[in-house]
T-cell receptor, first 110, second 117 residues
Framework: KNEVEQSPQNLTAQEGEFITINCSYSVGISALHWLQQHPGGGIVSLFMLSSGKKKHGRLIATINIQEKHSSLHITASHPRDSAVYICAVNVVDSNYQLIWGAGTKLIIKP | DVKVTQSSRYLVKRTGEKVFLECVQDMDHENMFWYRQDPGLGLRLIYFSYDVKMKEKGDIPEGYSVSREKKERFSLILESASTNQTSMYLC????????????????FGAGSRLTVL
């Protein structure tokens, strides 16, 4: 069993829909990251969370430490949101160890 | 903005060739990382460096070596490329380690897609 699991693996939605991507983890963490990767390779960090909720534009990330679960929400989705969204966790008591989810491929159709 | 530049976006090499992948960051970050990304597997850490001339093995160091002679530059070396090293290679940097903060956030390069024939 992977220590960081994302769901769904693939998601196709219509423009304007509310999107939720989930990340569950089984290890103790000090922080959780959400990142975005567009076709062509480059990865951009969206959020780093250790508790609660963060919002940036139409993106919202939440984390429930007790349940070891995080969600990334996209409101009013747009075709330019089409990308792979990746969850990664900083393992507690490790300076550098990040465990990565396999990613969720999101396609938003116009 | 921090910029991480990878020297080659696409490379095609033959089995047995020595391959150098170069990565340069321009914001005085302490830490630099080399990851490999394969479909369905997520990112896997090959090596990282927390200071000049310092390096640590990641999860999959076999078949790779690294060099960090200057703070801004971190090179990944495939001594004798093999077909199973065909992959996307991603370089990243972060300001520092320590308690979670903006300093831990990774900045990635655009990636280098290597094909070994």
């Amino acid at each position: 069993k992977n220590e960081v699991e994302q769901s769904p693996q693939n998601l196709t939605a219509q423009e304007g829909e509310f999107i939720t991507i989930n990340c569950s983890y089984s290890v103790g963490i000090s922080a959780l990251h959400w990142l975005q990767q567009h076709p062509g390779g480059g990865i951009v960090s969206l959020f780093m969370l250790s508790s609660g909720k963060k919002k940036h534009g139409r993106l919202i990330a939440t984390i429930n430490i007790q349940e070891k679960h995080s969600s990334l929400h996209i409101t009013a989705s747009h075709p330019r949101d089409s990308a792979v969204y990746i969850c990664a966790v900083n393992v507690v008591d490790s300076n550098y160890q990040l465990i990565w989810g396999a990613g969720t491929k999101l396609i938003i159709k116009p | 903005d921090v910029k991480v530049t990878q020297s080659s976006r696409y490379l095609v090499k033959r089995t047995g060739e020595k391959v150098f992948l170069e990565c340069v960051q321009d914001m005085d970050h302490e830490n630099m990382f080399w990851y490999r990304q394969d479909p369905g597997l997520g990112l896997r850490l090959i090596y990282f460096s927390y200071d000049v001339k310092m390096k640590e093995k990641g999860d999959i160091p076999e078949g790779y070596s690294v060099s960090r002679e200057k703070k801004e530059r971190f090179s990944l070396i495939l001594e004798s490329a093999s077909t199973n090293q065909t992959s996307m290679y991603l370089c990243a940097s972060s300001l520092s380690f320590g308690p979670p903060s903006g300093a831990n956030v990774l900045t990635f390069g655009a990636g280098s897609r290597l094909t070994v024939l």
